[in-house]
């Protein structure tokens, strides 16, 4: 499936420069050039990456990204003019991707296509869905079909039961655990004992990976539980 990309430039002669590169490079695209049209055209199609310039007649590239709102999915690349730092600013808060200054090479504005596409397309998330049983965090991925835990490719080794606790708040990333939780997905619902052995499963595997990589995997929360937070 190729990539479909709305560039919304008025400068026809440059959109349709940019247009041939892309379709060069393999993109399909689609052009606008106001942005009106483009605001139209990005509500009711679905396009894996909008090119858009800031000044641009009938509606501004800010306030089309306004409009078409935060919950809006496709990556934005701004175009903007030399020195607009408010502009770029404003941008990025409004939910733009990223920016590329005019007149810029277009090998620039083709590598940050790829990079914008590589971490924010829809082609990303799907492989990442793709792997199914494959979680990462940072530098770690636990490979469930497996049973393979590694960071930045260094083997680690965990027990049964190590692995399982990872696996399970690696699923719910973001989502603090209670240690009864833990306990239950870890020793299953008939373990009869304390819930302080979730303690020291947290206390293992912060030696196997926190101490022996120098990072912050596991975060405690007082009172409360675990967590695997995603930055
Ligand atoms: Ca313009």
Redesign the pocket.
């Known amino acids: 499936m190729n990539e479909h990309i709305l560039i919304v430039?008025?400068?026809e002669k440059l959109a349709r420069f940019i247009e041939l590169e892309l379709i060069h490079e393999g993109y399909k695209v689609s052009k606008a050039f106001n942005g009106r049209t483009g605001l139209e055209m990005a509500e009711n199609n679905d396009f894996s990456l909008i090119l858009l310039?800031?000044?641009?007649p009938e509606l501004n590239g800010l306030e089309v990204l306004r409009r078409l709102g935060k919950t809006h999915s496709t990556p934005v690349i701004l175009?903007t003019a030399r020195d607009a730092v408010m502009d770029k600013v404003a941008g990025l808060d409004a939910g733009a991707v990223d920016y590329i200054t005019k007149p810029f090479a277009i090998e620039e504005l083709l590598a940050r296509i790829r990079v914008a596409l590589k971490l924010h397309g829809s082609a990303a998330v799907a492989q990442t869905e793709e792997q199914e049983g494959v979680y990462t965090w940072k530098g770690l991925v636990l490979d469930d079909p497996k049973h393979r835990v590694t960071y930045s490719g260094q083997e680690i080794n965990l027990t049964n039961r190590e692995f399982i606790m990872l696996k399970v708040l690696l699923q719910n990333r973001d989502i603090v655990l209670s240690r009864e939780t833990l306990l239950e997905k870890v020793c299953g619902y008939d373990y009869v004992g304390e819930t302080n052995v979730v303690d020291v499963y947290v206390r293992f595997l912060r030696t196997k990976i926190d101490e022996a990589f120098g990072v912050k995997m596991i975060q405690t929360v007082r009172g409360v539980g675990y967590v695997i937070k995603s930055d």
């Open positions: 430039e008025d400068e310039d800031i000044m641009l175009l």
